[in-house]
């Protein structure tokens, strides 16, 4: 590290400087560290094979993009103080950091009902004990209490620094070039007024381009129908071992996971007791992917069988469709309860459906707003002729049925 | 030229390359060679420096996306002789032959009222000729008479590789990125059915960029207020010199520029005698630039000042919004000719107003299909949550003034 | 998978396609899909946090090339059968099916001084069992035995289309853009002449560019100080758990692991006895990752040191230099000693020293061979006013030393 | 243009500043608005389509990585002083103003023997009288005799900003993407020890990268046999233009190139008379390219002739050899003459040979000094084991010749 701060090569933005030694410091802390072994896209590698980028790399360059967005602001006359720079760069460093592996799958298992961002805040707590007081205007920011609202908004909100690099990366990663998007025109076309953040209205073209690309990267990649059954299988097994460990069979795993595997805890413990925040820290791709394995060789044959799918990349077969899929889940059924001979009550591990949802817009809680050049602010979709209108801020609901081919 | 035909370094692409020696021939003639000399983008680099590329260019780079397009449709089982894919490879190399230099200006002024497509067809069938025939079925197929609509529609639809071509490359060269497409995908999306061309299902997300990605050029590069600027400022130039032409005035310029300046030809004349195509064919974007430079010095005060005006980059200022202007227009047209004293018909060179105008989407004449997965065919406005949506298909108005600042 | 095979995404080249479904079986063994789990380039990524591309995404790239390079050959009348393909594609695509996790520290402990060539050949016998014979041409290519020398040299030679693949795959992935080479340049020289793969002389500059950016990732990235240092600390992990392993001493991991840690296997033994092959190919990173992770908290207190600076990227000290070193590192083992307390034993593992060498280009093996207009055949480094000449042949022999800073 | 200046899209580096009102002043001036006209790389475009960017954007460019490297040198501690910079990047700018069009054909021909920078020398003194004094500074740093020798290293060296910008552009627009140069690592290895630029050890595989990019273009691209060819065909043809003018023929063309045919205008005169420095500054590729156009049918065959083959693209055969041409040259003239029926004196335009030649490093006038570690300065080719070495350094000849296959 010289005069300029550290430098790292990023594919996505070539070298990325963090001139900040309060940034270093964070980068350098075990808890950010662990990031490094937290793929961003769980197992959509097993489909977009490139896609093994990881938290860490993300959270570089977020902060990255943060500080070019807050360049930007200050050349046009925003008021931001140093500290000010300093604490958002340092929230949207942080605002991962409560990532477990493989994070939507756990959310719905081992710590059901606990969002990332909560535990986020609870490391971010937990660091500025450590540093002293160092990160409570950060946490304000992140937490949306600090006066300057669009300090917030840039590290969370449907135009946030987060999603232009999560939108970019995973693009870049998976080869999926179309959702490539022009962050560095949408930073140069940011403003404040009133404390808000927004766009100048001749950069409105490329917001809607952003809105596209991020459409398109849920229907083609997050959303994928393969993508969707792997997901589906990881929580099924994690759902299985986690009655498996209930019903007090061993299950041979990291001591971290196996916390989590044989203990509920809810958000509240993980405030009442600090060990649990610990051994969350301690998890990571490795704990999940390793038990996997081992499990492949488990006597529970329905823990054992999914857990061989997802070594040898034997998936379920998907069918995403606005038509109601209920007769095509009985026939699946049906010829697999045939063939496998298993209880109905395992058979919901290898047939199964669901809905899926996603929005275009989110027109509900924050909306992306637009300085026009008369003054004037409105909303994306209530400009004129506007590509991202009311309809496509409705959620659009699919039915989907995963099931094996025996 | 060796086996495996003549390659060529696009930046755009890559090597591109034309295994055909009947394309050769075609790309060798001194009709085609002409393209060399005409910018794609007339006037804009005046506004993007970097877009100086030419119509030779984007014809072959559409030639090499005709010949993907053909071979993505072939893979798929659609039948398409060496002959047809020969004929669709030469009607897209042709298609722009028929455009002289500065090609919107020129159809308002010196070519009035007659297109580039009439243009292209006289100069095919002339080139038949010359080549014995060998293009009567490419001329079908630029000519939509050819019994496979899908070729034509290849050659010439709202999802041409002719557009495809072009606004990649436009992007490429202005430094647009954000109109770059994912020309790669939509390709292999490519499908026919009944005749007809269309899109497979799951490309409609591609499709949909595409159609964001052309608006978002439209309005931030085709009609950016000072590419229009420049544009009616060329318009303008040949109205005064076509109108001193007409009164008998000495207009020093080439042979060919001369005959049109000093001749009103029309489509039918065009037609009639060969010698106005020929002198046609001699035209290009030196005739013009060499001619605004020697007037430059011309006695005729307006034609003088609009020329140094359009060689110094003095450029007209603009205004463009959907209010209406004519307030705006009556000051600047009060200032103006206060400080100029020049009399009111010529004034109307120097402040002026009009109207342009754009669809996203035109639904009336030929529509994207999309082939969904059940059978159907629908239109790309038809499908479920579009964003390319009846609304969008509406053109937009706007309202502009061009004015000098003296 | 349709009419066109199977289609992958790849962030580096776009599409690529695997049109034969005898390539498809071998991608979907359980064999070919562990390299999924193995990153290309180990434990650079904690230098370059973008580098965690996998041998899986690599082989699938090389046998891409393998597809450019033999087609290209074809169009220029060489005479390649459609099994020769097949065979080559097949032989690059298991040229790495060898490998371990973290290769170049497994070959310096576990399975020490067998290289990953020896397995995967034993790899692709045993795969040729499984298929019926449908390998053996591929074994002949890989094994240099088949009579086209050339299709061997595509695999392994200087020029393969494996160093083809990894220098651009590395480069695009660490962001180290220099790295990264004209691939379809030096496709499209390539030609044949008595049986010997080599280059047209027009192509000479493409290749001394190839070498020159291959000598750079040397320098700039495998051999870069902190890569070469986590390197190390790897083997030192693995030799001390070794050493604990033939005390008696128990550790933690996997059932595969357990086995290369407790027991020496000789390359003899894997031919004899198949049980250490499939053991063997039950590897990969996460079974190095989780016993690190485990041994943290390891009773060793070497182990357990050595681990946590692993685990927590605190890494050792590293100096590169042609300077003799014996002085500094007399001076870092006082210090060390001094506050650490250990045995001069111990000490090895916490500061020690060594000697890397590279050399940019190797006459003695395999030349690179140009095939000049005139008929000759001369090696790169005999042309006239050569980038490449003897003197870059020399292998260029550094002094390194790792230490604490306790 | 608002608080943070004039931004330019630039496709090769994407938005570019000028913040400074007196850069913005000089790009508007409207002897800097000519190289909007002048093509970078002259005929080259007929071999490689894409190249018709221009002088114009080639000094934006320049400029933009002046900005850079100055940025760099500061945040390094390089004391700069704000007119430092601004003298610099004025001086870049302006670098390439003397150039005329098709500066290397022009430079043999209508200003014989008078370089491009002798010429930009004077625009320069020229343009400091209009803006009374204000690039005095600019002078001294691109005259060699400012104080501080690495500001003008940085304008004109063997690794200036100059030379980094071009090799870029051109290969970028001539899609010979091996050209590109990692042009950001090389100025973040920029430092200044004595006054004197140079680079820092461990970026010595960049600039040897560089080199061999260089060395590629040259001789892929600049000396391409059909480039070569061209710009043979250009020279010649303003020879005999030359010539006939001499004998007092008629020649239309615009009044500044008839003032250059007509003329001997040599160095001196250009300082004493300042009305040929004003014609020069009227030249542009327009000029040279209507003149083609309108000779195209002049009675003088010779001309004629050689005027159609440049228009229509029918260039000369061109051999490039080591070897000796001479016999080859005798068949090919007793060809033609046989065929032609041409004087001798004439038989010169058509068939002829000389002699090229290009040094990869040269080691005469301004070496690249490397900084090393050990706080020497080496020469590049005096480092261990280098790519640029002695040998390099050595101008290679080879022989060529030019004619027309009748």
Request: with cysteine; aromatic share 8%; glycine share 6%.
């Given at each position: 590290?010289?005069?300029?701060?550290?430098i790292i090569?990023?594919?996505?933005?070539?070298?990325?400087?963090?001139?900040?030694?309060?940034?270093?410091?964070?980068?350098?802390?075990?808890?950010?560290?662990?990031?490094?072994?937290?793929?961003?896209?769980?197992?959509?590698?097993?489909?977009?094979?490139?896609?093994?980028?990881?938290?860490?790399?993300?959270?570089?360059?977020?902060?990255?993009?943060?500080?070019k967005?807050?360049?930007?602001?200050?050349?046009?006359?925003?008021?931001?103080?140093?500290?000010?720079?300093?604490?958002?760069?340092?929230?949207?460093?942080?605002?991962d950091?409560?990532?477990?592996?493989?994070?939507?799958?756990?959310?719905h298992?081992?710590?059901?009902?606990?969002?990332?961002?909560?535990?986020?805040?609870?490391?971010?707590n937990?660091?500025?004990?450590?540093?002293?007081?160092?990160?409570?205007?950060?946490?304000?920011?992140?937490?949306?209490?600090?006066?300057?609202?669009?300090?917030?908004?840039?590290?969370?909100?449907?135009?946030?620094?987060?999603?232009?690099?999560?939108?970019?990366?995973?693009?870049?990663?998976?080869?999926?070039?179309?959702?490539?998007?022009?962050y560095?025109?949408?930073?140069?076309?940011?403003?404040?007024?009133?404390?808000?953040?927004?766009?100048?209205?001749?950069?409105?073209?490329?917001?809607?381009?952003?809105?596209?690309?991020?459409?398109?990267?849920?229907?083609?990649?997050?959303?994928?129908?393969?993508?969707?059954?792997?997901?589906?299988?990881?929580?099924?097994?994690?759902?299985?071992?986690?009655?498996?460990?209930?019903?007090?069979?061993?299950?041979?795993?990291?001591?971290?996971?196996?916390?989590?595997?044989?203990?509920?805890?809810?958000?509240?413990?993980?405030?009442?007791?600090?060990?649990?925040?610990e051994?969350?820290?301690?998890?990571d791709?490795?704990?999940?992917?390793?038990?996997i394995?081992?499990?492949?060789?488990?006597?529970?044959?329905?823990?054992?069988?999914?857990?061989?799918?997802?070594?040898?990349?034997?998936?379920?077969?998907?069918?995403?469709?606005?038509?109601?899929?209920d007769?095509?889940?009985?026939?699946?059924?049906?010829?697999?309860?045939?063939?496998?001979?298993?209880?109905?009550?395992?058979?919901?591990?290898?047939?199964?459906?669901?809905?899926?949802?996603?929005?275009?817009?989110?027109?509900?809680?924050?909306?992306?707003?637009?300085?026009?050049?008369?003054e004037?602010?409105?909303?994306?979709?209530?400009?004129?002729?506007?590509?991202?209108?009311?309809?496509?801020?409705?959620?659009?609901?699919?039915?989907?049925i995963?099931?094996?081919?025996?």
């Open positions: 590290m010289n005069a300029k701060g550290k090569n990023d594919p996505v933005y070539g070298f990325i400087r963090f001139p900040e030694p309060e940034i270093m410091a964070l980068i350098d802390h075990p808890w950010f560290q662990r990031l490094r072994y937290i793929r961003q896209m769980g197992s959509a590698h097993l489909v977009y094979p490139g896609a093994m980028h990881t938290r860490f790399a993300h959270s570089l360059g977020a902060c990255y993009l943060m500080g967005a807050l360049d930007e602001l200050k050349a046009k006359g925003i008021d931001i103080t140093t500290e000010e720079s300093l604490a958002a760069r340092a929230a949207i460093l942080l605002h950091v409560g990532h477990g592996p493989f994070s939507h799958a756990l959310e298992t081992l710590v059901e009902g606990i969002s990332h961002e909560y535990l986020s805040e609870l490391i971010m937990k660091l500025n004990e450590e540093f002293n007081g160092a990160l409570s205007e950060a946490i304000e920011v992140f937490g949306q209490s600090y006066q300057k609202p669009f300090l917030h908004q840039l590290v969370s909100s449907q135009l946030d620094v987060d999603r232009m690099d999560y939108l970019n990366r995973d693009s870049f990663y998976t080869g999926v070039s179309e959702g490539v998007i022009g560095d025109r949408i930073l140069q076309m940011l403003t404040v007024k009133d404390g808000q953040l927004m766009v100048e209205e001749k950069g409105v073209h490329s917001v809607e381009k952003f809105i596209v690309a991020r459409r398109l990267m849920y229907w083609q990649v997050y959303l994928h129908k393969t993508v969707l059954g792997s997901e589906m299988l990881l929580i099924n097994i994690l759902k299985r071992a986690r009655i498996l460990a209930q019903d007090g069979v061993t299950l041979p795993c990291s001591a971290a996971l196996k916390h989590f595997l044989y203990n509920q805890i809810s958000a509240e413990d993980f405030k009442q007791d600090k060990s649990h925040l051994l969350f820290c301690m998890l791709d490795v704990d999940i992917l390793s038990a394995k081992s499990w492949c060789t488990h006597h529970d044959k329905v823990l054992s069988k999914l857990c061989n799918m997802m070594q040898y990349r034997k998936l379920y077969k998907v069918v995403i469709s606005t038509d109601n899929l007769e095509l889940k009985g026939q699946k059924t049906k010829v697999a309860s045939e063939q496998l001979g298993i209880s109905d009550e395992e058979m919901k591990y290898f047939v199964f459906g669901g809905i899926t949802s996603k929005d275009t817009y989110n027109t509900n809680n924050d909306i992306i707003r637009i300085a026009m050049k008369n004037d602010v409105k909303d994306l979709s209530a400009i004129d002729n506007p590509v991202v209108n009311e309809a496509l801020a409705m959620p659009v609901h699919k039915n989907y995963c099931y094996i081919q025996p």
